[in-house]
């Protein structure tokens, strides 16, 4: 298992609070809500060792988009990239969506 | 309707994840859920064993009306370490069969329902597991006697060890065909004593033995379902409709003596059982 931690800068702050997936083989579980402080925090916690790199390119661009003032964690159960990124975008979704 | 379009109007259960489950279960629009991920009581063991944790620990329970009464729903994630019983996961479920308990003793009613989707006990948390499978037996015990407690196999993990006992002292179970129910799980079997004994790759043998099908036939399971949410929730609510029976399935001491007399271990099979044990 392995402890990362990521941090954005944030234009906006997040009004909604967000949890999608599951800490299941090859997904992971998202949960997002209002940061306290200007910036997004990321804190990863995944089984896999040895990938901060590609983690790190999926938040670079996660956060090319991505404005809010959030902190994110991501609990990872071997997800790939592609997964993550899904869920990412999932989380902000139900964040953001008009449906609560 | 064709096979084809049949297939297409059913709503899966068994592809539901917990909370989804329990969404599909409660009328719309009154799923509330107590000690949520954000409230993020999780594993403390499992961190210490490198093993990444899951923020409700597996376990969701959620409050709503079932058939417009007041429900309370406990449900096992399958997804997350087998839907394996920890310290969390499992005292969150008593804890939740106790808060229904405590309604009934305060002159209120409340219907409780537990969907399993369980190896048994999490192996990395033994013997706290184990005391906390030992409450949610005992809660159900207490609560049935007010109230039929509704157990829900799902499926694909199925329902074993310890908690297979706990959902056989529920007052009802439904189970899918797809749902298996058993104390030992047929890899376990497998493993300790040899394939000669049980080949756990064999499904057709398997899901004969322990499968949903043959636990309602032989009256270990009370409601056969298709992998569908209507018919689940259908299933759910006509076992709160018949009540609190005279005498619970695991009361029947001497009915089950009988059974199990009838039974020659050297050559048993699922069909001799069915003639044997049938109640169709």
Redesign the interface.
């Known amino acids: 298992?392995e402890n990362m931690r990521y941090e954005y800068p944030a234009k906006r702050p997040v009004t909604r609070?967000a949890?999608v997936g599951?800490?299941?083989?090859g997904?992971l579980?998202v949960?997002l809500?209002p940061s306290q402080n200007a910036n997004a925090e990321v804190v990863i916690?995944?089984?896999v060792d040895g990938y901060g790199h590609v983690w790190k390119s999926v938040l670079d661009r996660f956060f090319q988009r991505y404005d809010g003032a959030a902190k994110i964690?991501l609990?990872?159960?071997g997800a790939t990239p592609g997964v993550v990124m899904l869920r990412l975008n999932e989380a902000v979704e139900a964040s953001e969506g008009d449906t609560p | 309707m064709n096979a084809h379009d049949t297939f297409l109007a059913r709503h899966s259960f068994i592809e539901l994840?917990a909370r989804e489950r329990i969404r599909a279960l409660l009328d719309k629009g009154t799923f509330r859920e107590l000690l949520?991920?954000?409230d993020r009581i999780e594993s403390p063991w499992l961190?210490m064993q490198?093993?990444?944790?899951?923020?409700d620990d597996g376990a969701v329970i959620a409050r709503g009306t079932l058939g417009g009464e007041p429900a309370l729903i406990a449900a096992i994630?399958?997804?997350?370490?087998g839907g394996s019983i920890g310290e969390v996961s499992g005292a969150k479920i008593a804890a939740a069969l106790e808060l229904a308990l405590g309604e009934f003793e305060a002159g209120r009613t409340i219907r409780p329902v537990v969907l399993f989707e369980t190896g048994g006990v999490r192996l990395q948390e033994a013997n706290l597991g184990l005391a906390a499978i030992a409450e949610i037996q005992a809660a159900i015990v207490a609560l049935r006697a007010h109230v039929p407690v509704v157990g829900v196999i799902g499926g694909m993990v199925g329902c074993f060890g310890g908690m297979s006992l706990a959902a056989a002292l529920c007052t009802e179970l439904v189970m899918t065909r797809q749902a298996r129910l058993g104390m030992n799980g047929p890899e376990v079997i497998e493993q300790e004593a040899g394939i000669e004994e049980l080949d756990s790759g064999d499904r057709r043998l398997i899901w004969s033995m322990i499968g949903g099908e043959e636990r309602v036939a032989v009256g270990l399971a009370d409601t056969l379902v298709e992998d569908d949410t209507d018919q689940v929730r259908d299933a759910v609510l006509a076992a709160f409709e018949r009540g609190v029976p005279k005498q619970h399935r695991t009361e029947n001491i001497d009915g089950f003596i009988a059974r199990l007399a009838q039974v020659n271990p050297d050559a048993i099979d699922p069909d001799t059982l069915r003639t044997l044990w049938g109640t169709s």
């Open positions: 298992m609070r949890h599951v800490v299941g083989s997904d579980e949960l809500s916690r995944t089984s964690e609990n990872d159960f | 994840t949520g991920p954000f961190a490198n093993i990444v944790c899951q923020a994630e399958p997804a997350f370490q």
